[in-house]
């Protein structure tokens, strides 16, 4: 078994994004050629399950930038209300290194809003050494929440696993809804059972065509209840200068 080696000398105060993927890229650079051309095909287009520390770093280094664009795409889109309210919780359906809870605090940083707006987080992911990593990345980037994690496919989650004492539960969707094998419906099942909190949905991914992996996402938003589409945002590589496509939908309930 890999042991897991979390980056050191971050001080929570002042860390960023930058940092983590400065180190994991200075990391890969110092490996031999040879073996950074397999690491990346070790990553099989970033849908792995991840095993070693050279797997984490090489797909820190390869994709951790691009998920940072679309990510603050989409929180940027989250209704303001949100931020100025009680304490929120953030569940996240495959959290994988916590990339996505890495770039919310920077997020939170950038707009002055304070760290400890979040109380809770629930973390999902069936790679045991993504979410070993990412459960140190949380913990210095929020160093005074609860965390709960499950090292299972979201599938295997149920209602009270899920249960938050937030009145508001950020939910993150990256780079999952897009998958086939993405049980959306159990999850949309789970949600559709709790209606009193304020849920507000983060969906990102790759964007593909419309009627194939690309109507996931929309096809989940239509399973739940009292939910309508705040913001919605779709991106062929030919429709604009980035390297990749992107696909955002913002869902939230009638609250807000």
């Not at 849908?47 to 797909?59: C, E, F, G, K, V």
């Not at 100025?84 to 996240?92: S, T």
């Not at 419906?185 to 964007?207: G, K, T, Y």
């Not at 929309?218 to 945002?233: I, L, N, P, V, W």
Request: charged share 25%; with cysteine; proline share 3%.
């Amino acid at each position: 078994m890999n042991t897991l080696h979390f980056i050191p000398n971050f001080n929570a105060s002042r860390m960023d994004f930058d940092e983590v993927l400065d180190a994991a890229s200075n990391h890969i650079k110092s490996l031999p050629e040879i073996k950074q051309r397999l690491l990346k095909e070790d990553l099989e287009n970033g849908l792995a399950n991840l095993t070693s520390n050279d797997q984490l770093y090489m797909y820190l280094s390869a994709y951790g930038d691009i998920h940072r664009q679309k990510l603050m795409m989409a929180y940027d889109k989250i209704p303001n209300k949100v931020w100025h309210e009680g304490k929120l919780a953030v569940i996240d359906y495959g959290c994988g290194q916590c990339v996505a809870e890495m770039v919310l605090s920077d997020f939170m940083k950038r707009h002055y809003i304070d760290n400890d707006k979040i109380g809770e987080f629930i973390m999902i992911e069936p790679s045991r050494a993504s979410i070993s990593q990412g459960i140190k990345y949380l913990q210095a980037f929020f160093d005074d929440c609860d965390i709960t994690t499950f090292n299972d496919t979201a599938g295997k989650v149920t209602s009270d696993s899920l249960r938050t004492n937030a009145q508001t539960v950020i939910h993150i969707f990256s780079n999952v809804l897009d998958m086939p094998e993405f049980d959306r419906e159990h999850i949309a099942e789970i949600l559709n059972q709790d209606m009193s909190r304020n849920h507000i949905l983060v969906c990102v991914s790759p964007f593909y065509q419309e009627n194939g992996r690309g109507a996931l996402m929309d096809s989940f938003g239509k399973m739940t209840h009292g939910m309508r589409c705040e913001y919605k945002f779709e991106k062929h590589t030919d429709d604009w200068k980035k390297p990749f496509s992107c696909q955002i939908r913002i869902f939230v309930s009638g609250y807000y």
